[in-house]
T-cell receptor, first 110, second 113 residues
Framework: EDQVTQSPEALRLQEGESSSLNCSYT??????LFWYRQDPGKGPEFLFT???AGEEKEKERLKATLTKKESFLHITAPKPEDSATYLC???????????FGTGTRLKVLA | NAGVTQTPKFQVLKTGQSMTLQCAQD?????MSWYRQDPGMGLRLIHY???????DQGEVPNGYNVSRSTTEDFPLRLLSAAPSQTSVYFC????????????FGPGTRLTVL
């Protein structure tokens, strides 16, 4: 069964304390691996798409990487405004279904 | 562009009532989908559509109906609401169904008493 698992469930960081969020997947024929940010009471907002192992993408303090089994979202020197839930999702070739993980709730303290 | 819009934002129903959650997008996207989000469960796919007139079931379709008569609109119908359908519902769209990012609406918070 295709599955996406995220860890940790929750993470508290001090401002400036870098860390990584993990997304492991067992998705046959992965077509794309997606990262979203979700603020309370709002819909998810797209961050990155990764298509092949070894690919990396960056945006401000965030960098997403992909291996054959997992993806990492690295947060460098986070700020309180980076506090949110980060969601990971995968799609498979030949289907039109996105499979989401349960998310990591990140809290960055000033 | 308004992007993806959803109405209503909040709704309270009694068990057995029916209602339609509205979703519209103005980006000419072919792919649209409905998710529900429950605490600890993440986003679960209810139904999706790869174009006007084409719909299919996702992971949790029971109790929900959809249709897609136009590219812009993708309503979700609850025929007989149950307390288990209390959730936050998100609609999303994408220009490609097989691997592009989705754009999400702001969500509808539904409570079934």
């Amino acid at each position: 069964e295709d599955q996406v698992t995220q860890s940790p469930e929750a993470l508290r960081l001090q401002e400036g304390e870098s860390s990584s969020l993990n997304c492991s997947y067992t998705v046959s024929g992965l077509r794309g691996l997606f990262w979203y940010r979700q603020d309370p009471g709002k819909g998810p907002e797209f961050l990155f798409t990764l298509y092949s192992a070894g690919e990396e993408k960056e945006k401000e303090r965030l960098k997403a990487t992909l291996t054959k089994k997992e993806s990492f979202l690295h947060i460098t020197a986070p700020k309180p405004e980076d506090s949110a839930t980060y969601l990971c999702a995968g799609t498979t070739s030949g289907t039109y279904k996105y499979i989401f993980g349960t998310g990591t709730r990140l809290k960055v303290l000033a | 562009n308004a992007g993806v819009t959803q109405t209503p934002k909040f709704q309270v129903l009694k068990t057995g009532q029916s209602m339609t959650l509205q979703c519209a997008q103005d980006m000419n996207h072919e792919y649209m989908s409905w998710y529900r989000q429950d605490p600890g469960m993440g986003l679960r796919l209810i139904h999706y559509s790869v174009g006007a007139g084409i719909t299919d079931q996702g992971e949790v379709p029971n109790g929900y109906n959809v249709s897609r008569s136009t590219t812009e609109d993708f309503p979700l119908r609850l025929l007989s609401a149950a307390p288990s359908q209390t959730s936050v519902y998100f609609c999303a769209s994408s220009d490609r169904p097989d691997g592009n990012e989705q754009f999400f609406g702001p969500g509808t918070r539904l409570t079934v008493l």
